[in-house]
């Protein structure tokens, strides 16, 4: 594919992230020229006039991301400074109108009389997602998205609220998290007994949200001619090539391969902690001698970081020097931080800038390989002219970023000392027995749900109950009434705020896992395999870019089978006796 000078600083300067300019736009100018553009590009009648006036338009979008994405970084760098938090603000209310334009953009680039030639160019990837988002929008659903958007943001004004009563006085979910943890079996029971209650708190509530949402949700996509949501869901996500029928058979083949490990391993849990059997308040306690805790603090983390991407890799090196110098990472804690943890790309500059509030747990070396691996594959693919290909769909990012965490395996030493394979096994459970079932329960949830628009809430809890019982048969609520009556999917903001994309962690993990058996048998031919797999970026479909590097795709019958084998084959060797 190839690449162009559309960026605003070209790559290889060093300048750091703290002195980038950062201006408002003036939005008015901005669509003039933006209209200016998308004109040129229609009355262009040489392949070389298009592609000037389609550089013009993504020099302009270069512009807007990047101002756009500068505003969020600083608002969450500070949120007390008022100046960006109201510039965020700004870019939130100017997003719609940006949106039209791409969408006018879209309209061109699918109608031109140059397509075929541009397609040979550009690839077909940026057609298919050009013809998906065009099909997502139409101005007859312009208030419904609005109020789609409005609902879902409720959610978390409803938690946010959320009290109850706990250890002598009133708190709120962040406040309850030690006490879910706590060694004392009696108090992490009673913890999660409150937790279970705020929920049945504002349980009406929810549902009625709930009920709202999938309301809105399905008129919507019944006027954009969808026959439910789950079409116009994938759409959204920029899924072209496989279908709900075909993720029901990944389903299928997770229920078959990995729940027998799910119950084997909580079995194994529940012999190391001594315990008769695991109620759910026990799940979240590993080890009986508590978890591994990276040594040092903020400083060597990253210390031990730098060393590790030196070691990997030439071009791992590079990137973590890069990242280094020019100030694009924000990882310790400081008043006045957003109390979170991402990777984002900055359009135009096209660099990743990775933000994080460091807690003195595994947390922080889960952010310098996960984020981190977002980040090396925003480095790797910067190179791209079409902005759509720097960033890529949603299964194909966390497979960049999962399978980054396990290509960190041989250095966990540097963080970890004598407790690395702890954390190896920590981490690789929670990966078994919870990541990859929760998105293939909550994906088996939303089908069903977008399916029966007009289910009652008690039918919604009944069929969730279900489908844990099916992937999770061991699970025990000791009587909690609320969760044996199938509350517990409430807890989630993805229901609410992000429709049908639970099941990307899962087919990402998979994937993950594939790169995990190549690199136990051949680092370096796993590793070179993983950056062509990070250089390829968003420019082919999710398929096609699994092809590309020899991956099976999750969807071929036998693919969780072989992809688990040698993760189970490490899970059956390693020594736990003194955990
Ligand atoms: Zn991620």
Redesign the pocket.
Known sequence: MGTGDNNIKEGGNRELFANYQYQRLNMEEYVRDFKKALSRFGEADSIEGKNKALQEINRLRGEFGAMKTIAFIRHSQDVEDEYYSQENDFFYGAAREHEELISEHYRALLSTEFREELQEQWGEQLFELARQSRSTFAPEVADDLQEESRLAGEYMNIMARARVRFAGRERNIMELNPYLESPERATRKKAHAALTRILAQNEEQLDQLFHNLVGVRHRIARELGFDNFLGLGYARLGRSDYTPAMVADFREQVQQHITPLIVELRARQARRLGLDSLKYYDEDIKFSGGNAVPRGGPAEIIASSRIMYREMSRESGEFFQFMEENGLLDLEDRDNKAKMGYCATIPGYRVPFVFATFNGTSYDVGVMT?ELG?AFQAYCSRDFSIPEYIDATAEV??IH?LTMELMAWPWLHLFFGEDADKYRFASLTDAINLGLPIGVMGDEFQQWIYENPAARPEERKEAWREIEKKYWPYKDYDGNEFLEQGGWWLKFVHFFQFPLYLIDYSLAQICAFQFFGKSREDYPQAWADYVSFCKAGGSASFSRLLQKVGLQSPFEPGCVAGAIRPVVSWLEEVDEKDW
């Open positions: 996960h977002h990012s966390e970023a």
